[in-house]
């Protein structure tokens, strides 16, 4: 039986590793996939690991593997590094016949294990990507992102602030123009008045959370969120003058990459559960000083439709393509 290896990081695993991975399993009988990682690592390695299993699940003679990398040492020369590489590999893994790489080390490091290198593609130009262009660019390098690990490079975007200044619309109308998911605000699927109960404001809080995480596993590169836990607790506060703790727990769960505040500069419209028409200036504020006293950083939007518009859509632009 011939078994091959392939080595790596993962930082994140991409359309690039895959190939390698097909190219290798189809020459040799068993071939290891084994992921490294540091503490220190940008992405965490539990959630790498977990897209190298799903991704090769499949294969049949594919077997995934973890291991803590406090074997090497990057600031010795590449020879000696490469000594200590392999030391790792002969006492972690079984035999190996084959080493599977596109990387120039790849020939010195199976030389030191005795093993066959087979080189593909040294180049990347099948695949010209790496973990690094996706780490500082992910939307331009979309495409070659997995499905599964497309989720954590998202951003969340948070539509924000009282009633009645137009969020849900703005959210479902930049949601339909970037061909992306939207997250409605649930309560309104929960409750038809506003006379609710503690169990209720949780149940909306957990189906709230639920459906970020739902919508995130499809979106296309932004997520558009109307409303946040926050949002739950203002309104639990109000109605209820209480607010469960696991709100406050739940919105520990999701961080949104941008804030849009809604100014009040729009006429308010009544629709069945808005109620608080009398006391705009005093929600905004509240609103804005929740978000400040989290130090989180948020826009504020106003003026005309269009103009809104405008403001969201140019801040958009400027988190999908960064300097």
């Not at 790498?48 to 294969?59: C, I, P, T």
């Not at 602030?161 to 949601?175: L, N, Q, V």
């Not at 607010?243 to 629709?271: C, G, M, R």
Request: aromatic share 12%.
């Amino acid at each position: 039986m011939k078994r091959g290896l392939i080595i790596g990081k993962f930082l994140p695993i991409h359309a690039g590793h895959l190939v390698l991975i097909d190219f290798a399993a189809s020459r040799c009988d068993e071939l290891i996939v084994s992921m490294s990682y540091t503490p220190a690592d940008p992405i965490d390695w539990q959630l790498r690991y977990e897209w190298l299993k799903e991704l090769v699940k499949n294969k049949p003679n594919v077997k995934a593997e973890v291991s803590l990398d406090d074997f090497d040492d990057e600031s010795l020369p590449l020879s000696a590094r490469i000594q200590r590489w392999a030391v790792f590999i002969k006492k972690r893994f079984p035999p190996i016949d084959y080493i599977f790489s596109s990387e120039r080390y790849g020939d010195p490091f199976a030389s030191v294990l005795g093993v066959e290198h087979q080189l593909f593609n040294l180049s990347r130009s099948n695949v010209p990507v790496s973990g690094t262009l996706i780490r500082e660019n992910p939307f331009k390098y979309w495409n070659f992102i997995p499905d599964i690990v497309r989720p954590y490079f998202v951003k969340k975007i948070c539509f924000y602030g009282p009633e009645s200044t137009g969020k849900s619309t703005m959210a479902k109308h930049i949601a339909s123009l970037y061909k992306t998911e939207y997250v409605p605000e649930v309560a309104r699927e929960f409750i038809t008045t506003n006379e609710f109960s503690v169990d209720d404001i949780i149940r909306i809080g957990n189906a709230q959370t639920q459906r970020v995480f739902e919508k995130v596993k499809t979106a296309n590169k932004i997520l558009c969120c109307d409303t946040d836990l926050i949002t739950t607790q203002v309104y639990s506060k109000i109605y209820l003058n209480e607010v469960p703790q696991i709100l406050y727990d739940l919105e520990k769960q999701i961080k949104y990459d941008h804030y849009f505040l809604f100014d009040i500069d729009v006429p308010w419209v009544a629709d069945g559960l808005r109620d608080l028409g009398s006391k705009r200036q005093e929600m905004f504020n509240w609103f804005k000083s929740e978000l400040e006293v989290r130090n989180i950083s948020y826009e504020i939007i106003k003026g005309s439709w269009n103009e809104r518009e405008a403001q969201v859509r140019k801040r958009i632009e400027q988190l999908l393509n960064p300097l």
